[in-house]
């Protein structure tokens, strides 16, 4: 079992830069992707960016493709979105997400295999 704990959002304005940082207790956590969704209000809850379990693979959602970077580090149970050239779109909770399977080869885009979902941590980009 993985509990993802997110931190860092805030308050920035278009053209900053933030990073999110997602803890994940438990042991299983080095053998299963990892994952960031958004939601903004009114809308559905969308993929933003994955990693793979052992960080070889990555994903993103063309929205920010090229802007934000995920990366994770095994040793300290840790996944970071690392947020560029922030848009007032941007604006959103952002959710840090497990993979339910573990050793899966390839970065799952919709929520469904996501079994293990923090609390969120809402970022605000004024314009």
């Known amino acids: 079992q993985v509990q993802p704990v997110e931190s860092g959002g805030g308050l920035v304005r278009a053209g900053d830069s933030l990073r999110l940082s997602c803890a994940a207790s438990?042991?299983?956590?080095?053998?299963?992707?990892m994952a960031w969704f958004r939601q903004a209000p009114g809308k559905e809850r969308e993929f933003v960016a994955g990693?793979?379990?052992?960080?070889?693979?990555?994903d993103y959602a063309s929205s920010v493709y090229g802007r934000f970077t995920i990366s994770r580090d095994n040793a300290k149970n840790m996944v970071y979105l690392q947020m560029d050239s922030l848009k007032p779109e941007d604006t959103s909770v952002y959710y840090c997400?497990?993979?339910?399977?573990?050793?899966?080869?390839?970065?799952?885009?919709?929520?469904?295999?996501?079994?293990?979902w923090g609390q969120g941590t809402q970022v605000t980009v004024a314009s």
């Open positions: 990693i793979t379990w052992q960080g070889s693979n990555t």
């Open positions: 997400a497990a993979d339910g399977r573990a050793y899966r080869a390839v970065v799952m885009t919709s929520a469904q295999p996501y079994i293990y």
């Open positions: 438990g042991r299983t956590f080095g053998s299963v992707a």
